[in-house]
């Protein structure tokens, strides 16, 4: 009930192309879903958000895909850059989980130049 | 600093050991979390505390593990009699607000711990 999937384990795009990491839930209780970049030696940092409310968010290349119905989440990166080479994870919390936020194990994508 | 920080950024331990990790929280901020992340694999939440009040502490893996805030600023995360299982980077958070505090979070580095 409290766990969160994500897929793939590791993602190799080449650069311009579209990296597309996705994340399936349990808990119906969840309303905010966080997807968070953490580079090699670094904490993670929040990249983008949504709340069940809506399907879709979208923040520069980021864009998050949200399916209520199927408890499935997704970010897709547009125009992939180098940079982007990181580890993401999709993330999962709701206020009766109280302060927990649960993550995916995360997904290592690397940018071909 | 702005941010989060944490020492020491590395640390081995010998097993048996006990060892305390320090987190500094970017200033004013009244919420503090701890994680735990092992190696690749997502942070796994251990603790949160409200100023200096430990609301949440279901994630703590064994009585071996004890955190504290005592003025509500700087905390310390203490594992006693470390065991391998313990390896792991331990990451700490805060944040400004305390309604939805996890959705403001801000990571510190880690600090990197070796039990041997």
């Known amino acids: 009930q409290q766990q969160v999937k994500q897929s793939p384990q590791s993602l190799i795009v080449q650069k311009g192309g579209i990296s597309i990491i996705n994340c399936a839930y349990e808990?119906?209780?969840?309303?905010?879903f966080p997807w968070y970049q953490q580079f090699p030696g670094k904490g993670p940092a929040l990249l983008i958000a949504?709340?069940?409310?809506?399907s879709e968010k979208k923040e520069g290349r980021f864009t998050i895909s949200f399916n209520k119905s199927a408890k499935q989440f997704s970010l897709h990166i547009m125009d992939s850059q180098p940079g982007d080479s990181a580890t993401y994870f999709c993330?999962?919390?709701?206020?009766?989980?109280?302060?927990?936020?649960?993550f995916g194990a995360g997904t290592r994508l690397f940018v071909k130049a | 600093g702005a941010g989060v920080s944490q020492s020491p950024r590395y640390k081995v331990a010998k097993r048996g050991q006990d060892v305390a990790l320090r987190c500094d929280p970017i200033?004013?901020?009244?919420?503090l979390f701890w994680y735990q992340q092992a190696l690749g694999q997502g942070p796994e939440f251990l603790t949160y505390?409200?100023?200096?009040?430990?609301?949440?502490k279901s994630g703590l893996p064994s009585d071996r593990f004890f955190a504290e805030r005592p003025e509500g600023s700087v905390s310390t995360l203490k594992i006693q009699r470390t065991q391998q299982e313990d390896s792991a980077v331990y990451l700490c958070?805060?944040?400004?607000?305390?309604?939805?505090?996890?959705?403001?979070?801000?990571f510190g580095p880690g600090t990197r711990l070796l039990v041997l």
């Open positions: 958070a805060s944040s400004l607000v305390v309604d939805r505090p996890q959705e403001t979070q801000y």
């Open positions: 808990n119906t209780a969840f309303d905010y």
């Open positions: 949504i709340r069940p409310d809506v």
């Open positions: 993330a999962a919390s709701g206020m009766t989980g109280g302060f927990k936020t649960i």
């Open positions: 200033s004013g901020h009244v919420s």
């Open positions: 505390f409200q100023n200096e009040a430990q609301l949440d």
